[in-house]
T-cell receptor, first 115, second 115 residues
């Protein structure tokens, strides 16, 4: 069964550094998402992406964040200058994009630790 | 604001006990409803979903959930739990039909099963 994959599984970085989290959505899916889960808190939506554009973004997704689909398979989340409070598990998700098929399939996550 | 409430933060049961996890959402329009499960050390997996039709939906591993529109509820049930059901369970909502729509997650219920 096709799966969403994410790399790396863990990332440790210094405050102020740039990080890029990578995701490979399921191949025939059209909509892509990033969510995050700070330890002990609920999963929060960051951004959705369709047709090479951001469809929706949350208040969390400020100018420090950006997303890109650089080629036909990867979907990346970049944090330009990491802050301590960016430490979280970041999940990528994708869905087929057809009406009635709004199920989002999640990747295993990247655990980001900002020191 | 749209929100999802899960009433129990942590539930502890013995094997073979029956399970019901509560979930309420605040959104007056059409919704797609989900339960996701996160086993220890693993990523979010879809347990079951409701889009339309029969309000009693059956999912994997013997789980089911009932959508009660008048109560804005989507409670998860299982008649007899097993030790392997130990996990965190997230109720989630996508308001409306847009494929770009974000998932709104509840805060999760941690389920611990005593052997």
């Amino acid at each position: 069964e096709p799966e969403v994959t994410q790399t790396p599984s863990h990332q440790v970085t210094q405050m102020g550094q740039e990080v890029i989290l990578r995701c490979v959505p399921i191949s025939n899916h059209l909509y892509f998402y990033w969510y995050r889960q700070i330890l002990g808190q609920k999963v929060e939506f960051l951004v959705s992406f369709y047709n090479n554009e951001i469809s929706e973004k949350s208040e969390i997704f400020d100018d420090q964040f950006s997303v890109e689909r650089p080629d036909g398979s990867n979907f990346t989340l970049k944090i330009r200058s990491t802050k301590l409070e960016d430490s979280a598990m970041y999940f990528c998700a994708s869905n087929e994009g057809y009406a009635g098929q709004e199920t989002q399939y999640f990747g295993p996550g990247t655990r980001l630790l900002v020191l | 604001a749209q929100s999802v409430s899960q009433h129990n933060h942590h539930v502890i049961l013995s094997e073979a006990a029956s399970l019901e996890l509560g979930c309420n959402y605040s959104y007056g329009g059409t919704v797609n409803l989900f339960w996701y499960v996160q086993y220890p050390g693993q990523h979010l997996q879809l347990l079951l979903k409701y889009f339309s039709g029969d309000p009693l939906v059956k999912g994997i591993k013997g789980f089911e959930a009932e959508f009660i529109k008048s109560k804005f509820s989507f409670n998860l049930r299982k008649p007899s739990v097993q030790w392997s059901d130990t996990a965190e369970y997230f109720c989630a909502v996508i308001p409306g039909y847009s494929s770009a729509s974000k998932i709104i997650f509840g805060s999760g219920t941690r389920l611990s099963i005593r052997p």
